[in-house]
Every structure is written in C-alpha cells, then in structure tokens.
C-alpha cells in the first residue's frame, strides 16, 4: 500500500489566485482529515471527512473548501489564495469504528503565497 | 470543545538522561491520547498511544502516563539519544461519529551527544 499521497509537495501562489491540494489513500479508510501546520506551531483541522459524500468544517476552515466524492480521495481546494494560508498541509486517514484506530498522515504540501 | 494543551515548548537534554512532556485535556469524555513524532521536514507519526481505560503504556524506551482525574497524560522517554530529537505533539480524542483529533502545540526536544 502506498498509504496517504499528496500533490503537490511543493507550490508558489500569487495572492489572489486558487490551488487545489490532492489527497489519495489506498487504504479504504472512511475517514480523512486536513490540518495546516504553520511554523513552530501545532496542526490545526481544517476540515474531515467521515465519508464519501459527507464533509464538516473543523477549527480553521475560512477561505478553504473541500469535497469527497470517492472514498479514496480528498482534495482541498484554496481560492483566492492570501499569504495568511501560507502553511504545510497535511491530509490523513483513519479507519472508521472505535476512536482507538491509528491516524496516518501524508507526507504534506509546503504552500507559499507572496 | 476539547482544548489540549503541552508543556514545555522546548526541552534540551544531554544524551542519555530522560525527557517528559506534559499534556493536559479539557474534554472528560476523550478516551484515546496518541503521542506523535515529527522530524524535521517529516510527517507525523505514531509512537504510542494509552486508552482512557490504562493508566501506563509502555514500549521500550517510551512511556505514556495517564491520570483521568487530572487530565493529565505525559511522555516519557528514557536514555535519550540523538535520533530522539524531534518535534512530540501529543493529542486528544473524544468517542463518536467524528473522531476528530485535537493536538497540542508541540515540544522541540533536543538530545545534545
């Protein structure tokens, strides 16, 4: 299994513009996860998935949107791109059921916005 | 909603002596504590976690302590060496349909040889 992937590992946006980060696991896991992680800091939930179909906001989803129309994937699109979202994104997956399940993380994209 | 918070941000100690990070959790009802490692330019991931219903994890060199009336649960780690430094969040997560994971801020630990 190849776990969590995520493309870009890298990107550079100009303020204004719109990006979407990719997120794919193979690993059949109902539930999917985006965290920034800004420098020196925590990871923050930007939004989680418990399914194809379902999506909620977490604790910083301002300027963010996301959608799950397959389990496998999870993409985060960014539109109108401000350098307050410069950041590492991170994806993750865990299996549904008890809360005791591991989460795994990819292994993130590093975004710039000048 | 479930607040965790970690302590110390930084932590340097000479290779060989033991390091414990200190995390304490708002939400009674959290009942799984996975600790997290970072290197740098690295993803997280899993090196221990302890069950509401466990009060001690251990795995070689590291532990997990719980205390479920101060919620409160640390890491240790003993004989520190040099590939133990790294970023160590700890997290908290209460049962349900969600299973969102709240994370602490993180501990820069460095293992000076």
């Known amino acids: 299994n190849a776990g969590v992937t995520q493309t870009p590992k890298f990107r550079i946006l100009k303020i204004g513009q719109s990006m979407t980060l990719q997120c794919t696991q193979d690993m059949n896991h109902n539930y999917m996860y985006w965290y920034r992680q800004d420098p020196g800091m925590g990871l923050k939930l930007i939004y989680y998935?418990?399914?194809?179909?379902?999506?909620d906001k977490g604790e910083v989803p301002n300027g963010y949107n996301v959608s799950r129309s397959t389990t496998e994937d999870f993409p985060l699109r960014l539109e109108l791109a401000a350098p307050s979202q410069t950041s590492v994104y991170f994806c993750?997956?865990?299996?549904?059921?008890?809360?005791?399940?591991?989460?795994?993380f990819g292994p993130g994209t590093r975004l710039t916005v000048l | 909603g479930e607040n965790v918070e970690q302590h110390p941000s930084t932590l340097s100690v000479q290779e060989g002596d033991s390091a414990v990070i200190k995390c304490t959790y708002s939400?009674?009802?959290?009942?799984?504590f996975p600790w997290y490692k970072q290197e740098l330019g690295k993803r997280p991931q899993l090196i221990i976690d302890i069950r509401s219903n466990v009060g001690e994890k251990k795995d070689q060199r590291i532990a997990v302590t719980l205390n479920k009336t101060a919620k409160h649960f640390s890491l240790h780690i003993t004989e520190t060496q040099p590939e133990d430094s790294a970023v160590y969040f700890c997290a908290a997560i209460a049962g349900g349909a969600t299973n969102k994971l709240i994370f602490g801020t993180g501990t820069l630990l460095a293992v000076q040889p």
């Open positions: 993750a997956s865990r299996k549904s059921g008890d809360s005791y399940n591991e989460q795994f």
């Open positions: 939400d009674s009802a959290s009942n799984y």
């Open positions: 998935s418990v399914g194809a179909g379902i999506t």
